[in-house]
């Protein structure tokens, strides 16, 4: 018990400097210190500064994603087979990250903040590192799309999808940029609000007709408002 309390109160520590200060500048005598451990305890645990980070992202992340697999499962069992609305993928694939980041005592709310950040700046190796642990989801969520969707490009749905990833991290990783668009500050504490706010978005975006491209482009039907 005294090692599982020892190697958590390091991911604890471990995660909330990262999603302060990022990886680079974040030292591990700040997170030994933090954890109230030693350097040794680090070392005995995750044994590099890279797993550490990794084991950060492992401890939410492969909970968070099972989640989404496992909502997506039950989706697609209970319409046998026809396609899914697609505003119900959505709803699965960032509601349940949303949710996770409304938790400010299970820690969630930190983690979130952590992965949004990543996404708008990643490392090399984190970006590798999340690209294993996205794959198998991704993967899924993109095929269902795209099978909601049949009259639209795959192409199309991608970049949608890529979008909408984007606007879901610069939401999660913080709202300073509200600062620069708003004269007084904006309540970003009511995680419903966020969520309904988001959603409404993400789905604005997923039936916005399609792009006129430049000359050369193949022209491409309008997308349906099946969501």
């Known amino acids: 018990m005294a090692e599982i309390d020892t190697r958590q109160r390091i991911l ?28 040794a305890a680090v070392n005995y645990h995750f044994g590099s500064k890279e797993e550490l980070i990794r ?36 709803e699965v694939f960032f509601g349940v990250a949303l949710k ?36 198998a989801v991704l993967a899924r969520f993109k095929a269902a799309l795209i099978k909601a969707l049949p009259g639209v490009p795959q192409e199309e749905i991608l970049w ?3 979008f909408m990833m984007g606007a879901m991290s610069y939401a999660m990783s913080g709202t300073d940029a509200l600062h620069i668009v708003a004269k007084h500050a904006l309540d970003d504490g009511d995680a419903e609000a966020l969520y309904a706010r988001l959603m409404s978005f993400m789905l604005g975006g997923l039936r916005a007709p399609l792009p006129m491209l430049p000359a050369g ?11």
């Open 12 to 39: 604890d520590a471990a995660e909330s400097l990262f999603t302060e200060h990022g990886f680079d500048a974040t030292t591990l005598r700040q997170i030994t210190g933090a954890a109230e451990v030693n350097l």
């Open 55 to 90: 084991e950060v992202f492992r401890r939410r992340l492969t909970w968070l994603n099972q989640q989404r697999l496992q909502e997506l499962d039950r989706l697609e069992a209970e319409a046998g087979g026809a396609p899914l609305k697609p505003s119900r993928i959505l």
């Open 100 to 135: 996770m980041a409304a938790d400010s005592k299970g820690g969630g709310r930190t983690f979130m903040r952590l992965l949004g950040r990543t996404y708008t700046k990643p490392s090399e190796f984190v970006r590798g590192f999340l690209a294993e642990e996205y794959a």
């Open 160 to 162: 949608r999808f890529h």
């Open 217 to 227: 482009s193949a022209k491409r039907p309008r997308i349906k408002k099946a969501a």
